[in-house]
C-alpha cells in the first residue's frame, strides 16, 4: 500500500498542489484557510498521524498553481457534457482521472481567478478555487496519468463563458444540431429534494423550526401541484432526522463498527454533530453507553473512550478431525518440509525485488484445487498482466485466482475459508509497530481457509518491518533476500524432518528465473 504521507508530499512538490486530508468528500480540516498558503510538509505529516485512512483532496485555484478541473457526470442520465465540444478542441491532451460513480475530473490551469461553477452545464461542474478529490483516494484512478502528460491551458472560449455564468438558472448556448436548455434548481425532477436539503440545512445548524417553515414557504410560494402542509412536512423530517433518539441510533452503529481507541470529537465530526444542543445530547448517550458496559474511558484525556468486546470466540474443536492439514503447494519444495492447518498464517518477509511477489504468484498459480483471492497493494492491471505473461501459461490456467486491489490492511477483503495472498501489506501511516495488527486482523477472518503474506524487510535483518512481532501469529515465517530464502519459524516440520530446530534456520539457495520460475541450488 503507498504511503499516504508520501503521495501528498509528491502532488505538493512535483505539482505545486495545495492538499487537504479527507475522508469521502469532507475536508477533516477547514479547507478555507489554505486557499491562500499551501500547509507545510510537517503539517501534512500530521495530518495522516492523526487520520492515516484519510483520502487526498487539492485546493484548487491560484493557491495551487492555477489548476482548475472540469467534474463531469457522465453516467448521470441528462448530462450535456458533449457541449464542452463546442469549447475543448477534441486533439487537446490532459491529465484525466475518474471519480467513484463513472465521472472524470479533466484538469486544467488557468490565471484567471474564476472561482467555482456548479452545473455551469447539466452535469458539469468548474472547480477553481474548491476542492477536487485526487487518486490515491479510495475509488479515484488516474485514467491519463499527471506524469503522463502536461496539464494544459483553459481554453480562451470556456474562461469567457465561464465568466458569464454566475451559479444561476442560465441559458446556455446551444451546441450545434441542439437547442438551448435551461439549467435550475427546485426544477421538476429535483426540487423535493432541494427543498428537503435546504430544510435539513436549517435544523443541523439549530435554526428554530418555525423559521424554517418561514424560509420554505417562501419557496414554494407560487408552485404548482404542491401539496398540502409542503414545508411543515419538510420541516419534520429534518427535525426527526436531527432527534436524540436518530442521533443515539447514529452514535451506536459508529460505536459498533468502531475498532480500539476512539474520541468523541471524531464522533461529532463524522456524524457532523455540530449544534449545541446536539453536541449535550451526544455527552448523554456516551454516559449510558459507559453504564451499560458497551465502552469504557481511556486515559486521563476527556472524551477517550474504547469499545468493550463482549464477544467471546468459541473453539469449536470436537468439529475437527485431528491431524489433517491444508492442501497447499510451495516453491522450492517447501510444502514438504512442514505442514499447515487451517486457519494459518504463512509470512514471507523480503527485500526489495527479492521476488517476493515471484514466489506469491507462484503459490496462487500451483493451487488450484482452492479459490484463492489475491490482493495486491502496488500492482495495477498493466503491471500484473506483464508479471503474468512471464508464466508462459494460458490465461484460463489464472481462473481459479482473483486479483484484487488491497484496501488498508486487507482483513476485510479476505475469504474465510480460501487460500488467501495478501501482497504486500504495512500501515498506511508508516507506523509499523502496527504490523502485528495487521496480521492479526487478517487472522480473525479465516475459517477454514489461510492466508499468506508478503511483507517488506531491510537487507540483512531477519524480520520484516514491524520486527519480531510479525513472527507471533505465523506458523511458518520465511525471510527472503536476492537469491536466498531463510526458515525463521516452522510451527510444525513435517515428522521426517524431525523437531522443529532441525528446519529454523535452514537456508535455500535459488535462482529466479524470468521473474516466475524457481530453482534450487541448495539447502544448508
Keep these: 500500500m503507498k504511503d499516504p504521507v508520501a503521495v501528498a508530499l509528491a502532488y505538493k512538490h512535483k505539482y505545486g498542489f495545495c492538499i487537504i486530508p479527507v475522508k469521502g468528500k469532507v475536508p477533516l480540516v477547514d479547507w478555507k484557510d489554505y486557499q491562500d498558503e499551501q500547509p507545510s510538509d510537517e503539517t501534512i505529516k500530521h495530518w495522516w498521524k492523526e487520520w492515516p485512512r484519510a483520502g487526498i483532496a487539492v485546493v484548487t485555484g491560484k493557491v495551487s498553481g492555477g ?43 488557468s ?11 447539466k452535469g458539469c461542474d468548474f472547480r477553481s478555487g474548491g476542492i477536487i478529490i485526487l487518486p490515491y483516494s479510495e475509488g479515484y484512478i488516474w485514467k491519463v496519468k499527471l506524469s503522463e502528460v502536461e496539464i494544459p491551458k483553459l481554453p480562451d ?11 444561476k438558472p442560465v441559458a446556455l448556448p446551444p451546441a450545434i444540431g441542439t437547442s438551448a436548455v435551461a439549467v435550475e ?26 423559521f424554517a417553515r418561514a424560509t420554505l414557504d417562501r419557496i414554494i410560494r407560487g408552485w404548482d401541484n404542491v401539496i398540502q402542509n409542503c414545508a411543515e412536512l419538510k420541516v419534520q423530517s429534518a427535525v426527526k432526522r436531527h432527534s436524540d433518539t436518530t442521533l443515539v441510533e447514529d452514535v451506536r452503529t459508529w460505536v459498533e463498527s468502531a475498532n480500539g481507541i476512539f474520541e468523541s470529537a471524531r464522533v461529532c465530526m463524522d456524524l457532523e454533530v455540530k449544534s449545541k444542543v446536539n453536541k449535550k445530547s451526544l455527552s448523554s448517550i ?20 474504547r469499545k468493550i468486546d463482549n464477544n467471546r470466540d468459541v473453539i469449536p474443536w470436537q468439529d475437527v ?4 492439514y491444508y492442501d497447499i503447494k510451495m516453491p522450492l519444495g517447501l510444502h514438504d518440509l512442514c505442514n499447515i492447518k487451517k486457519t494459518n498464517i504463512i509470512v514471507m518477509a523480503g527485500t526489495s525485488n527479492a521476488g517476493k511477489t515471484a514466489f506469491a504468484l507462484n503459490v496462487a498459480l500451483m493451487n488450484k484445487q482452492h479459490k484463492v483471492r489475491y490482493l495486491c497493494s502496488e500492482m495495477d492491471e498493466t503491471e500484473l498482466a506483464e508479471r503474468i505473461a512471464y508464466f508462459g501459461r494460458p490465461k484460463d490456467a489464472w481462473n481459479h485466482v482473483e486479483f484484487s486491489r488491497l484496501k488498508d490492511g486487507g482483513a476485510d477483503a479476505i475469504d474465510g475459508d480460501g487460500l488467501n495472498i495478501i501482497d504486500y501489506i504495512e500501515p498506511a501511516d508508516g507506523e509499523f509497530y502496527k ?9 480473525s477472518k479465516l475459517k477454514n481457509g489461510i492466508c499468506y503474506i508478503n511483507i517488506q524487510k531491510k537487507p540483512g535483518e531477519i524480520y520484516g518491518k514491524g520486527g519480531s512481532g510479525t513472527v507471533e501469529r505465523a506458523r511458518l515465517y520465511m525471510s527472503m533476500e536476492y537469491q536466498e530464502l531463510k526458515l525463521v519459524k516452522v510451527k510444525s516440520p513435517k515428522k521426517q524432518f ?8 535452514m537456508k535455500i539457495s535459488f535462482k529466479l528465473h524470468k521473474q516466475s520460475t524457481f530453482y534450487e541450488q541448495e539447502r544448508n
Design 67 to 109: 489548476v482548475c478541473v472540469l467534474d463531469t457526470d457522465d453516467y448521470k442520465k441528462g448530462c450535456e457534457v458533449a457541449r464542452l465540444d463546442s469549447f475543448i478542441r477534441k486533439d487537446t491532451k490532459m491529465p484525466v482521472s475518474r471519480t467513484p460513480r463513472g465521472g472524470f475530473h479533466k484538469w486544467f490551469h
Design 111 to 121: 490565471e484567471e481567478e474564476l472561482g467555482d461553477k456548479i452545473g455551469f452545464i
Design 157 to 167: 472560449a470556456l474562461i469567457k463563458f465561464l465568466k458569464s455564468y454566475s451559479n
Design 185 to 210: 434548481y427546485f426544477s421538476d425532477g429535483r426540487r423535493d429534494n432541494d427543498l428537503f436539503s435546504v430544510a435539513n440545512a436549517l435544523i443541523k445548524n439549530d435554526l428554530d423550526p418555525a
Design 286 to 305: 456516551f454516559s449510558r453507553m459507559l453504564k451499560e458496559g458497551i465502552i469504557e474511558r481511556v486515559g486521563t484525556k476527556h472524551g477517550t473512550f
Design 321 to 324: 478431525e485431528p491431524f489433517e
Design 435 to 443: 504490523m502485528q495488527t495487521l496480521i492479526n486482523d487478517a487472522h
Design 498 to 505: 524431525g523437531i522443529t530446530k532441525d528446519l529454523e534456520g
